[in-house]
């Protein structure tokens, strides 16, 4: 199926607005599909689509931030969490640089990049009852006391990494 140049057009403006093929598809009365082979068949159809689609994709970002901005800057009373959750989703998937940028701590054999590193603390109380306590080769016992200096428990702090495998 041929579309037309009214068609086209408004596909073009929707897909600027919103920055997605089904909204240009939508407001043209046509498939998602037809905008496809449109695109196949016209060369400057398809630079023209894919520029839309650039410009609404800033445009989507820009409107993200200028939420996260309002929220910052003019807190309502009552904070819509799922609006600012989707305004910071939005704006990380479509302004580059948005999240910053990962650094690298340090490196562990085998390829592994360290994200954090957090010394995790396990309490062992002292009563009667058997605790099974984690095993782990670093780790650090301190007694807690009370204010006349009875013993109350243990704490074990074993450290924990957390990482991520960057070479498979």
Do not use: C, W
């Not at 396990?122 to 984690?134: I, Q």
């Amino acid at each position: 199926m041929r579309i037309n140049a009214d068609q086209k057009e408004t596909a073009i403006e929707a897909i600027r607005i919103h920055g997605i093929m089904k909204a240009g598809a939508e407001a043209a009365g046509v498939s998602v599909r037809t905008l496809n082979e449109e695109m196949r068949r016209s060369a400057i159809f398809k630079k023209r689509v894919l520029e839309a689609r650039e410009e609404g994709k800033r445009n989507v970002a820009d409107n993200a931030i200028e939420r996260i901005k309002e929220y910052a800057f003019n807190p309502p009373a009552k904070t819509d969490r799922n609006v600012l959750t989707a305004a910071i989703v939005l704006a990380n998937a479509y302004e580059p640089g948005f999240r910053g940028t990962t650094t690298v701590q340090g490196r562990i054999d085998h390829g592994v990049r360290i994200i954090t590193a957090v010394p995790r603390p396990n309490y062992e109380l002292l009563d009667n009852s058997p605790k099974k306590m984690l095993q782990s080769g670093k780790e650090r016992k301190v007694e807690i006391r009370d204010e006349k200096g009875n013993l109350i428990a243990v704490q074990t702090v074993e450290e924990a990494i957390e990482g991520e495998i960057i070479n498979e």
